[in-house]
């Protein structure tokens, strides 16, 4: 593993999982939390029509992307404020029609053609310096804005009624926060694709939320999590020269049916809390 | 007599087409411990709504210290119903108190001074012990007492709590009707209940809601009440054998 860090490829690979493990310990504890990890699978599905009207159309990927999946993200937000009982079926609509979307202007678009399989699977291990950049930045915001928010949003994703009658705007840092969490998915799948982005932002919080006694916790516990998982899965598929991608998932997955053993074997039962 | 504090006229609300509470009218005074008794399903929860200004009623007017009741909302501390909330969530006692100090349309910051009143009102409720405890690692009546402990927080004149006693014991529930009637000695207290046995024990008046709402200005049921509130009086009455519901008669010598 250590020789293999002299290639830049390596380095970035890190530095992508690095980044991708912090955004999503932080966004993933408020998905996890809020039971918001079919409207995150929407709004990550979703984000595939974005490639496709970015290239049909000519505009740069990333502006594409990014206004397809907060348009969605928003639609789906409105939709789980204003009818929450039908909010799945819905999600689950806009979820299909955004990739119906790309694939079809995909099809129209003359010489090109977006490999599926990346935008699933990602390419860690090709990653361009500037993205490292954009998930810095993204980093930056996310942990800002969670500081700035934490009581805010600790109270809405507690028990929204109180902090309503409290004088917190709801809805406000409702549009605010899904809003933060598509664009964190349209970055980070770019880097590590859709199924770990998904995987990542479930397994390492919900593992984490079971030792924690608080938000904040719960978000250090799932960072570091997240990143042991992606340096033992990048070790991993180096060495056996694996898709990185699904080996860091399965890593996780492992992870998570070990946390599961400890707590049989320490408490005696298993302890998946429920509501 | 003083004032009414709480005024409401004529209120009616449905919901999908469905008469919920229909035309009812009643007022509260200072200091007052009204209880909200009646059927599931029949209004109790969406008047105690109507009145924190969650819902709006469809006619008619409530007003709370002369206010609309989102204006008066900071003046009203609200225990909701255990059930309501989110059971495996991770955060500690103290955290869940601490959101009572969320101001009142302010930007909220954290200061020392909310810490120290999370830290007064939650040894007032005798669990400052427990503030670094996960709320799920609670009892139902310790949890139950955090939650008052959150709507004191927010240093209310009233106190409105949604069935505080529907988790809990026999014990449980005669330890939390002494708090309530302590509390009671300085704040406003509105309670939904279908506890009937200790109702006369501690409340000052009783409202049946049936989506009319009968008001009492006396701790007494009356078979008036009881015919209008429930479908089913005998299951009540047969529940209330080992405490005394109905007072006795005043002519009596």
Redesign the interface.
Known sequence: MIEALQFEFMRNALFAGFFASLICGVIGTFVV?NRLVFLGGGIAHAAYGGIGVAFFFGIPYIVGTLGFSLVAAMVMTAVVLKAKSRADTFIGVLWAVGMAIGIILLDLTPGYNVNLMSFLFGSILAVPSSDIWWMLGLSILTMAATAYFY??M??I???H????????PVNLLYFLFIGLIAVSIVIIIRVVGLILVIALLTIPPFIA?KY????L??MVLATLFAMIFNLTGLWIAYTFDLTSGATIILVATFGFFISMAVDFLLRGNFSI??? | MNEPIIEVENVSFSYRGLNVLSDVSFSVREKEFLAFIGPNGEGKTTLIKLL???LKPDTGTIRIYGASPEKA??R?G?V?QDV?????????VL??V???R?????R?R?TKADREAARKVLSEMEMLGYQ???I?DLSGGQRERVFIA?ALA?DPDILILDEPTASLDNAGRTELYAILKEINKSKTILLVTHDMMVLSSYVSSVACVNQNVHYHDDAEITEEMIQNGYHCPVELIAHGIPHRILKTHKDQP
């Open positions: 939390v009581r805010d600790l109270a994703s507690y028990d009624e109180f902090a309503s009658l409290r004088g917190v939320e924690s006694s608080s938000l916790m719960m809390r429920q509501d | 924190l200004g969650l909302a900071h009203i609200y909701p309501a909330i989110n059971k495996s969530f991770p955060i500690s955290d869940v601490l959101m009572g969320l101001r009142f349309r302010g909220f954290l670094n405890r996960r799920d959150r927010t």
